[in-house]
């Protein structure tokens, strides 16, 4: 049997689409796995910010098409990158294990503690971290988009201080050397889904189902369902910031805590509330708080 992988062709896409053919060729070795890169919106208009361009879309649209026309057979992403809304006629496996969620910091500065981040000039193409950041501490903020080792290298040629990345991203491509700080996922609240990966399929293929269910874990897959319901109610797009934290450290049967962030497109308001839930109540509470958060950012007023 051969199986064709769709991905982008940035560095660490390559890196998770290898970790997932090596993943389903551990469970079947007679499986012949080839991977084919596809160039997305999102890298191809580098020059535009990401709610300019149309959203979380543009990093799946293109390896989606390729899947529906059956050009590929799995597609992989980056489950945050995923919008609310999926396609009929394509199914998410339950996903593999996750990587740490949070947010880290790569710098030129010597950082020892949060205090030394404050009056740096920081980059990031994220409205979650930006507004998170600036509500945190005293920073300037400039917005870079593009892959890990581009942003990086905006550091190491001092055209900024720092960049704000994802923990996941630098541990999957090896650079976790370059961490200079790591934010506590209740300083920077992790974007949905941060950390897990997206396995895509064409629904009527039942073979490649029952293949990607066999490298799934049970507490990744539990989370990814949540945060996905949540990112789904608030409808998130990456036109207003969002985030979520599930604290799952504990056995699923014990008390679950969540928090959640959402506001304004200018980040003139933002909320963010705790709450604490149970396996058993755990959707309908993930719900309720999507409305919740949703509302209080309605009643300021549309950006």
């Not at 149309?54 to 995923?82: P, Q, R």
Request: net charge positive; with cysteine; charged share 35%.
């Amino acid at each position: 049997m051969k199986l064709i992988i769709g991905t982008r062709g940035s560095k660490l896409a390559l890196i998770q689409t290898e970790y997932i053919k090596n993943l389903i060729k551990s469970k079947y070795e007679n499986i012949d796995i080839e991977i084919k890169i596809i160039k997305t919106k999102g890298d191809i208009l580098l020059n535009k910010k990401i709610k300019d361009i149309g959203g979380k879309g543009i990093f799946v649209e293109e390896i989606e098409k390729n899947l529906l026309e059956k050009n590929i057979d799995i597609a992989v992403h980056s489950m945050k990158d995923i919008p609310s809304q999926k396609n009929s006629n394509l199914e998410f496996a339950p996903p593999p294990v996750a990587e740490d969620p949070r947010d880290v910091l790569v710098s030129n500065k010597k950082i020892s503690s949060l205090n030394d981040i404050r009056g740096l000039k920081i980059g990031s193409g994220s409205l979650r971290r930006v507004t998170q950041i600036k509500k945190l501490i005293d920073v300037n903020t400039v917005d870079i988009r593009g892959n890990i080792d581009t942003r990086i290298s905006k550091v190491d040629n001092n055209e900024v201080d720092g960049v704000i990345l994802a923990y996941s991203g630098l541990k999957r491509a090896n650079l976790t050397e370059k961490i200079s700080y790591i934010f506590d996922p209740l300083e920077i609240i992790p974007a949905p889904c941060q950390g897990i990966l997206a396995i895509e399929y064409r629904k009527d293929d039942l073979k490649i189902k029952k293949i990607l269910e066999n490298i799934s874990d049970k507490k990744t897959t539990f989370r990814a369902n949540l945060e996905r319901k949540f990112q789904c109610e608030i409808d998130s797009d990456c036109k207003k910031p969002v985030g979520i934290y599930i604290n799952l450290e504990n056995n699923l049967e014990e008390k679950i805590k969540v928090t959640a962030f959402y506001g304004k497109e200018d980040g003139s308001f933002t909320i963010r509330k705790t709450i604490e839930t149970d396996k058993k109540n755990a959707f309908k509470d993930i719900e309720k708080l999507a409305k919740y958060l949703k509302e209080k950012v309605n009643e300021k007023g549309n950006c």
